[in-house]
């Protein structure tokens, strides 16, 4: 149940999200450090995962408590012929009180059980919060990229069409050929068609990027313009993996699951001991004695319990259950640390790949391949270099700055993975 003070929290944030967004629109840009305080703010399955580790915070105090006494009110020994409270000696009209015990220490490990599960609660969220960004930061460098890509496109279009223009004053003059102005349309019309299919993908990514803000699409998502970022040295893998292994929520989250599972481990072992009932009533009797005197008041006290003489069928057997689910969280964890070292270790190599090939595409390929498209352009009005080959090799050109651009984009969304993978920023 949220209270009135977490609905009002829970309003101002959303006010302030809206305010972000706003703001942004109102700017034309979206930064990516706004998209991702507007899907911490906003994203519901976000607040759904912290709403569930609330109320689990809620759960110790209530299993570690005893249970309530039960109170009662009892008519014992009324004769049914006259219902008369004095007429038989044993007729008493009863009010009693019982309390239930468990065996000792089982309320604790109920409680430490449930504390310990609901410090995984926590460290899930903590977990989704992580992963929240990491796909956040995606979505938005490979908007980066399909924008660059776009505008890539779309200036070797505008080349084309000058290339065309050139061939088309040569075909006029009798001095080009009729298949270089066709080859040149056939470029160009290639070019158009691949501006479509980006356009396509970027709707599709601002979609998603826009899920994860908890925004309602039908609005644009302009991304601000930045210069290229430059692809920093990366510690080495053990580095990162110390950090993991220290900071990642997963593995708290996994090893508070084991933890929990040892206590209800115990808490099925000692299902073999019994619980007790204490109670007692007080008897008030009415009427006197044959000789005259008050009839006195009962006082009735007692203990029950249950018999597990069961053991093979039921306590036995959930301990053997326990043991299991023990079991069962042993690997759970040892499983995550496999899966974050592969993570780590994935997410290295690919950034290391990214930023290789894009320092290798701006610092030698393009540069090169430029070169030769301004040799090959003044060759081709010339007539010692045919068209063919130089409309090749202006896509190769185009080709590589789009990869250039896809190989950034890559090299960041490794990034953000190893940094999701380690727990967040790096710790110096």
Request: glycine share 6%; hydrophobic share 40%; proline share 3%.
């Amino acid at each position: 149940m949220i209270s009135f003070s977490q609905r009002r929290v829970r309003a101002a944030l959303l006010f302030v999200c809206g305010m972000v967004w706003q703001n942004s629109q109102a700017a034309g840009t979206l930064s990516i450090d706004q998209a991702v305080s507007l899907a911490l703010q906003g994203n519901p399955g976000l607040a759904e995962i912290e709403a569930r580790a609330e109320a689990a915070a809620q759960r110790p105090s209530q299993v570690g408590a005893l249970a309530d006494p039960v109170l009662s009110f009892n008519a014992a020994n009324l004769p049914l012929d006259s219902f008369d409270l004095t007429q038989e000696a044993m007729t008493q009209f009863q009010v009693g009180i019982s309390q239930k015990l468990p065996w000792s220490g089982k309320l604790e490990l109920r409680a430490e059980a449930a504390r310990l599960a609901a410090l995984g609660k926590q460290d899930k969220a903590r977990e989704a919060r992580l992963m929240l960004v990491r796909d956040v930061r995606r979505s938005w460098w490979n908007l980066f990229y399909l924008d660059r890509a776009l505008a890539t496109v779309e200036d070797n279009q505008s080349r084309l069409r000058s290339f065309v223009q050139v061939v088309q004053v040569k075909y006029r003059v009798g001095e080009g050929l009729q298949q270089d102005v066709l080859l040149a349309q056939v470029e160009l019309s290639g070019q158009l068609e691949r501006a479509v299919r980006l356009r396509g993908m970027r709707r599709s990514e601002a979609a998603r990027l826009q899920a994860l803000m908890a925004h309602p699409g039908g609005s644009s998502v302009e991304l601000e313009l930045i210069d290229p970022p430059e692809l920093a040295d990366l510690e080495g893998e053990d580095a990162w993996l110390q950090q993991a292994l220290v900071v990642r929520p997963l593995l708290s989250m996994k090893q508070h699951s084991l933890d929990a599972s040892d206590r209800r481990l115990e808490l099925a072992r000692r299902g073999n001991y019994p619980d007790f009932t204490i109670k007692g009533a007080y008897g008030l009797r009415g009427g006197n004695n044959p000789d005259g005197s008050s009839r006195s008041d009962f006082l009735s006290i007692g203990v029950s319990l249950n018999l597990p003489i069961y053991q093979g069928d039921k306590q036995n057997r959930e301990v053997d259950q326990r043991n299991s689910e023990r079991m069962e969280a042993r690997y759970a964890l040892d499983d995550a640390r496999h899966e974050i070292r592969e993570q780590v270790e994935r997410a290295l190599a690919d950034y290391e790949q990214g930023r290789e090939q894009a320092r290798l595409l701006l610092k030698g390929i393009i540069p090169q391949t430029e070169q030769a498209v301004a040799s090959m352009l003044a060759g081709y009005q010339v007539d010692k270099v045919d068209f063919l080959t130089l409309v090749r090799t202006q896509i190769k050109l185009n080709n590589f700055r789009i990869a250039y651009w896809k190989a950034l984009s890559q090299a960041k969304q490794a990034e953000a993975r190893l940094l999701a993978a380690v727990g967040g920023e790096k710790k110096s």
